[in-house]
């Protein structure tokens, strides 16, 4: 497997994006939704599954795209390629607050274990695929359930990572215990198990979830601080809710109480 060998640079520091800059022929893979901008010259095509193994026929195409249902994303992915002369860029965008992370598959055996929502793109020849637990308790309690993303190959794949990234890297025998939801990825020496985090006052009063993820080295693992559904949480819970907690029902002037005392919640 030869993926395309591309050159990028990331801008911005809270809500970054990645400009890839392409050879003539040279292509990248994304995830519906992350194009940002790209130079004229540069041609979009949606295509089955990742694109890395289109010599396989129509069959292998709808198997590699079929298994990318399991883990909630589309059938479909988009390859830019430059079709111009000289090079060219194209850009995308991560998807909320956080950090944009490059992972070159040669540093790390030609694979990395994500989370389902991670992935931006990668370079044309990457394969993205599914990557199953075969542990139940991981499975059932582990946040991501039993079917995490994989990328394999020899090329540049692109992760994001929610509010700061840390990246830690395990010697043999250690290990990192983490919030399950705060898992971006990690390398496939990685020994990812759920543990109970035990204790009654921990259980009823700890507010932190009954579980946590054990990591045990050797190999590299990222963690974000901000999950999605942490923020996502913490936005629903801030939400107004009708009829409850109003302080301009039964109020003269209503919500435009609201907005003259401040509250500007709509």
């Given at each position: 497997m030869n993926a395309h060998e591309i050159d990028y640079r990331i801008f911005g520091?809270?809500?970054?994006?990645?400009?890839?800059?392409?050879?003539?022929?040279?292509?990248?893979?994304?995830?519906?939704?992350?194009?940002?901008?790209?130079?004229?010259?540069?041609?979009?095509?949606?295509?089955?599954?990742?694109?890395?193994?289109?010599?396989?026929?129509?069959?292998?195409?709808?198997?590699?795209?079929?298994?990318?249902?399991?883990?909630?994303?589309?059938?479909?992915?988009?390859?830019?390629?430059?079709?111009?002369?000289?090079?060219?860029?194209?850009?995308?965008?991560?998807?909320?607050?956080?950090?944009?992370?490059?992972?070159?598959?040669?540093?790390?055996?030609?694979?990395?274990?994500?989370?389902?929502?991670?992935?931006?793109?990668?370079?044309?020849g990457v394969s993205i695929g599914i990557e199953f637990s075969k542990r139940l308790g991981r499975g059932l309690f582990g946040g991501e359930g039993f079917i995490m993303q994989k990328m394999e190959g020899d090329g540049i794949g692109f992760v994001h990572a929610g509010g700061t990234m840390a990246k830690k890297v395990l010697q043999p025998g250690e290990i990192l215990k983490v919030d399950t939801g705060c898992i971006v990825g990690f390398t496939q020496g990685v020994d990812y198990d759920i543990e109970f985090v035990g204790g009654i006052k921990n259980?009823?009063?700890g507010g932190e979830g009954l579980f946590f993820a054990t990591l045990r080295g050797p190999g590299t693992v990222y963690i974000q601080s901000l999950p999605f559904s942490r923020l996502a949480g913490r936005v629903l819970a801030m939400a107004p809710q009708t009829g409850k907690g109003d302080r301009g029902e039964g109020s003269i002037l209503g919500g435009l109480g609201d907005i003259l005392d401040g509250d500007n919640r709509f």
């Amino acid at each position: 497997m030869n993926a395309h060998e591309i050159d990028y640079r990331i801008f911005g520091e809270e809500m970054q994006y990645v400009e890839i800059e392409l050879d003539p022929q040279e292509g990248v893979v994304a995830e519906s939704g992350s194009f940002m901008m790209m130079d004229n010259g540069v041609q979009m095509n949606t295509i089955f599954g990742d694109g890395s193994n289109q010599e396989k026929g129509l069959l292998g195409k709808i198997f590699s795209a079929g298994k990318r249902i399991l883990t909630g994303e589309s059938l479909f992915m988009t390859v830019f390629t430059n079709i111009g002369q000289g090079k060219k860029q194209v850009s995308f965008a991560s998807p909320y607050p956080g950090k944009i992370i490059p992972i070159d598959l040669t540093e790390f055996g030609g694979k990395f274990i994500c989370q389902k929502d991670a992935f931006l793109c990668a370079a044309k020849g990457v394969s993205i695929g599914i990557e199953f637990s075969k542990r139940l308790g991981r499975g059932l309690f582990g946040g991501e359930g039993f079917i995490m993303q994989k990328m394999e190959g020899d090329g540049i794949g692109f992760v994001h990572a929610g509010g700061t990234m840390a990246k830690k890297v395990l010697q043999p025998g250690e290990i990192l215990k983490v919030d399950t939801g705060c898992i971006v990825g990690f390398t496939q020496g990685v020994d990812y198990d759920i543990e109970f985090v035990g204790g009654i006052k921990n259980t009823v009063f700890g507010g932190e979830g009954l579980f946590f993820a054990t990591l045990r080295g050797p190999g590299t693992v990222y963690i974000q601080s901000l999950p999605f559904s942490r923020l996502a949480g913490r936005v629903l819970a801030m939400a107004p809710q009708t009829g409850k907690g109003d302080r301009g029902e039964g109020s003269i002037l209503g919500g435009l109480g609201d907005i003259l005392d401040g509250d500007n919640r709509f």
